[in-house]
């Protein structure tokens, strides 16, 4: 039997549910990509603020990849489960702040009319870095094709064809500004939002985009939580439980993390009821998660899928591997964010995340699309301390291994550059590789340009065999 409205008084006693009446909760969100990382993260802070009382913050979530987030959620009307995994023991919850799901090709005019109504108050994003349609120097790719089809008006298909429609009829309909919220992994994400959106919109309707500058607020937001993608069996051993199936269902683990501007334009729920804290600046936190836990992360993808592994905690526990991954937690990334946040301890706290056997995060899923991934999570650390004078064994070893990887030898390459990688490979070879991509003129050049002891040694570990 599916989980539902209807089904929701069969979950046990030991499943916690919702204390508010969702029928009476109107919509106040819109969020874009509402994938497992959301379900398991600012929908739960949500739900945990409209149980504390806060009224109409419901969320209307937007899949612009497929019709599949949907097609789970919609027979469940909006309703899942989130279970927190430590070792052998687990809690779950029933999360219900999703009210429905829009998936962006089929039911484009939809989500159109829920930017635009005057209920909606913030517009939320997880769509990875990808989906911001960054070039390589972090302006808007004007040449990508669905761009050019949002700027030349076919049913928009990027985020930025969505909110100019959107945000376009909700100023011609009298409504107020409102909160644009960028929850992904990007330096300032907020600013970056912003920058490419009124870049976008002044190229087709600057008054438009003079009203979202004046009426619209963009926070910076960090946010943290591991969340592997949910497997069949997972799903299966769920229902054994709780006598439901419940194929949205979200595993994680038990902490959660989400630090934001204070700066909105039209208020928000009370997300500190479920441990949000707000701050005047995010910098240094976002900086902190983005080399340490995401540049962690991205080595032990590399490193550990060409030796074999294929868990995070897998990769952890190898002896080979550890010390690489201790060596960027402890010392070449925190070494570059200054005072004001205690790195020792928030290393060891990674590190004990990572060995958590019960999430099983596979290394292929953080190793997708890393083209848009190391450049603020190491690029910018090599990046300073060659600026110190300083070397950085271990981010080189491990850049040398993503080198392999977009090589193909993992298997596949899921990445927007894909067919870059492989035509640079195939003309430059591996003399000329780490030139192409990091030399003065490299793919990377406006991230980091590698001084030629950092070329070297770059050289040195990819000529080296996959197993140290």
């Known amino acids: 039997m599916r989980l539902s409205a209807e089904t929701e008084d069969r979950l046990p006693g030991t499943v916690e549910r919702p204390s508010y009446d969702r029928r009476e909760q109107a919509v106040g969100i819109v969020h874009f990509g509402v994938g497992a990382f959301h379900r398991a993260h600012q929908a739960v802070y949500t739900d945990t603020a409209m149980g504390a009382g806060d009224r109409d913050w419901s969320i209307a979530g937007v899949s612009l990849r497929s019709a599949n987030v949907r097609e789970s959620l919609a027979p469940q009307d ?89 945000l376009s009829r909700r100023r011609a309909e009298g409504h107020g500004g409102l909160t644009l919220l960028s929850c992904d992994n990007l330096p300032e994400n907020g600013s970056v939002l912003r920058k490419l959106l009124l870049d976008f919109t002044n190229r087709s309707d600057p008054g438009l985009g003079r009203w979202i500058d004046e009426e619209c607020a963009f926070p910076s937001t960090m946010v943290d939580r591991i969340v592997p993608a949910t497997t069949p069996a997972q799903v299966d051993e769920l229902e054994s439980r709780i006598s439901l199936r419940d194929e949205a269902a979200v595993f994680t683990e038990p902490f959660s993390q989400w630090v934001i501007e204070e700066r909105f334009a039209a208020g928000r729920p009370r997300w500190e009821e479920g441990g949000a804290e707000f701050v005047t600046d995010v910098r240094l936190h976002e900086s902190a998660k983005l080399r340490m836990l995401n540049g962690a992360h991205s080595a032990l993808a590399y490193l550990g899928l060409e030796r074999g592994h294929e868990f995070v905690h897998e990769a952890i526990a190898d002896p080979d591997l550890r010390p690489v991954i201790e060596t960027i937690l402890k010392s070449e990334a925190p070494s570059t964010l200054g005072p004001g946040l205690n790195t020792g301890a928030y290393a060891d706290r990674l590190l004990a995340r990572f060995a958590n056997e019960a999430l099983r995060h596979r290394l292929a899923q953080i190793a997708i699309d890393g083209s848009q991934k190391i450049p603020q999570r190491w690029l910018a650390v090599l990046d300073y301390h060659q600026h110190e004078g300083r070397s950085c064994p271990a981010l080189i070893e491990a850049l040398a291994a993503w080198l392999r990887h977009i090589r193909g030898e993992d298997g596949p390459v899921d990445d927007p550059l894909a067919t870059t990688f492989q035509t640079l490979w195939e003309s430059q070879g591996q003399s000329g590789i780490v030139a192409a991509l990091f030399g003065d003129k490299g793919l990377f050049a406006d991230a980091w340009i590698a001084s030629e002891r950092n070329q070297q040694a770059l050289s040195e570990a990819l000529e080296m065999e996959n197993s140290r």
């Open 78 to 166: 909006g309703l899942y489960t989130l279970t927190e995994h430590r070792g052998e023991r687990q809690s779950t919850r029933l999360v219900g702040a999703v009210d429905g799901v829009l998936a962006g090709k089929e039911q484009a005019d939809q989500i159109v009319a829920r930017v635009a109504d005057g209920q909606t108050r913030i517009l939320s994003f997880t769509v990875s870095e990808k989906g911001y349609h960054r070039d390589s120097s972090g302006a808007l790719d004007s040449s990508a094709p669905s761009i050019e089809g949002d700027l030349a008006g076919i049913a928009p298909s990027t985020i930025y064809g969505f909110l100019q429609a959107g």
